[in-house]
């Protein structure tokens, strides 16, 4: 596949293959041009994007602060990943009283406004007004996920209210049936039992199960507490894990063909950064194919087919107020304008594959992944926008869609989860050229 260059500036780092002096050079360059530059609220939190108002994407989203805190944890930035922990933490302390009422029965679940918000003020840590598609499991899932596993490996301090409020997050699990609850997962679209969320709260079950398991004090909770918690958590897993043994590497089995869905790039984040799915075993081979055969264009990935966000001549067919609403409870709506194979092409994708290549050739020695992990690479960094037109240049972008019948970067640009993404897959084949020459 021939590499879709935007800034001929990266040009040379593309043509050769990578060494360890390419990559100090090319990390120079982007930190010079501020390609990687995360700039936190005083909370600890990031806004989605540095974008036009309209978007909404100044506003923190949960899933994406914790794909950015992974990525900062994985090139050794431990305390900027801890205050974004710190920051939702304090956010969910405000959710406690919605988690409590929905597990006592007197808050009624299927209305996704009463669930825990998922997209909320960064800056205040108060809830957003408007209707949001707040039912995303995932979110939860990854929360649970990254607090486990930092408090365990990496000394994050909790107190005792904050443990109290991670032992909320099974109990709302199990009233809610994570898995069979049909939820707009990571997209916040279509409600239905997608796998990319039920695994993702079974890995922050896990996270919770190993830190209850460690054979220090856990303030506030007393031994027998621990007990019965991880007697709850073992039952909640299992759940999960038979839902995910009959359904992967399908992303949802459906009667109802709107819900059905083979293939999803959310898959990949089952295997990287979650590692629920060893990335060499057979179903992490079969998630990355799907993904590669299936959603790959000639410059990102979709995040599935059908996908009818910023598709093409979006700017034309919606006004700034529609672009990034609510669709998830009239998605129809907006699929009938999509064309065949005109699905916006993502940025934050190529960097987890290449990550994901990276992880096995570490693992196995295989050149074949070393390549696959350089090629994903240079696609990443091919995505980085160029001069010249109505966007800032060397920045990463969430995605290009087709404005009349050219590929250009949509209007959320830059996106913080394709830099955080970018800049892993960048330490990632670092990590594997060491080895190389080792």
Excluded at 10 to 17: D, H, T
Excluded at 210 to 223: F, Y
Excluded at 295 to 300: C, K
Excluded at 338 to 345: C, N
């Amino acid at each position: 596949m021939t590499l879709v260059i935007h800034h001929p500036d990266l040009k040379p780092y593309l043509e050769e293959p990578w060494t360890l002096e390419s990559l100090d050079r090319l990390e120079k360059l982007l930190t010079a041009r501020g390609t990687l530059d995360f700039e936190p609220l005083e909370t600890g939190l990031f806004p989605a994007a540095v974008a036009d108002a309209y978007t909404g994407y100044h506003n923190v989203w949960v899933r994406d602060n914790i794909h950015l805190a992974h990525g900062f944890l994985a090139v050794g930035e431990i305390e900027t990943a801890a205050k974004v922990i710190r920051g939702l933490t304090k956010f969910f302390l405000t959710q406690q009283a919605k988690m409590d009422k929905i597990v006592a029965g007197e808050l009624d679940p299927s209305i996704h406004m009463n669930r825990p918000h998922i997209r909320f003020d960064g800056a205040t840590l108060a809830e957003c007004e408007e209707k949001w598609a707040h039912g995303q499991n995932d979110a939860l899932g990854y929360y649970l996920w990254l607090t486990c596993l930092m408090a365990t490996e990496h000394d994050l301090t909790l107190h005792p209210e904050e443990y109290q409020l991670l032992t909320r997050f099974p109990k709302y699990f199990h009233a809610i049936r994570y898995w069979q609850d049909k939820d707009s997962g990571h997209w916040e679209e279509l409600k239905k039992v997608e796998m990319s969320s039920v695994g993702t709260v079974v890995r922050g079950l896990q996270a919770w199960e190993t830190l209850l398991r460690v054979p220090q004090e856990l303030p506030g909770l007393t031994g027998d507490e621990r007990e019965a918690l991880l007697h709850e958590c073992d039952e909640l897993i299992s759940h999960g894990m038979q839902v995910l043994s009959k359904t992967l590497p399908w992303e949802c089995k459906s009667d109802d063909p709107k819900e059905a869905r083979e293939h999803d790039a959310a898959l990949l984040f089952l295997i990287a950064p979650l590692g629920l799915v060893s990335p060499t075993e057979g179903q992490a081979t079969k998630i990355v194919q799907g993904v590669m055969e299936e959603l790959s264009g000639e410059i990102g990935i979709c995040r599935y087919r059908g996908d009818s966000y910023w598709c093409a001549d979006y700017t034309l067919k919606f006004d700034e107020e529609s672009r990034t609403a609510d669709f998830s409870d009239d998605i129809g709506k907006r699929d009938a304008l999509l064309g065949a194979g005109q699905e916006a092409q993502w940025c934050i994708f190529d960097p987890v594959l290449s990550v994901i290549f990276g992880q096995r050739y570490l693992e196995t020695g295989d050149e074949k992944n070393l390549k696959a992990q350089s090629f994903h690479l240079a696609r990443s960094v091919a995505q980085i926008t160029g001069p010249g037109r109505d966007w800032p240049e060397f920045r990463c972008p969430e995605s290009y869609y087709l404005s009349q019948g050219e590929w250009i970067p949509n209007d959320v640009n830059p996106l913080l989860w394709t830099q955080a993404n970018l800049r892993w897959a960048l330490h990632q084949m670092r990590l594997s050229l060491e080895k190389s020459i080792s």
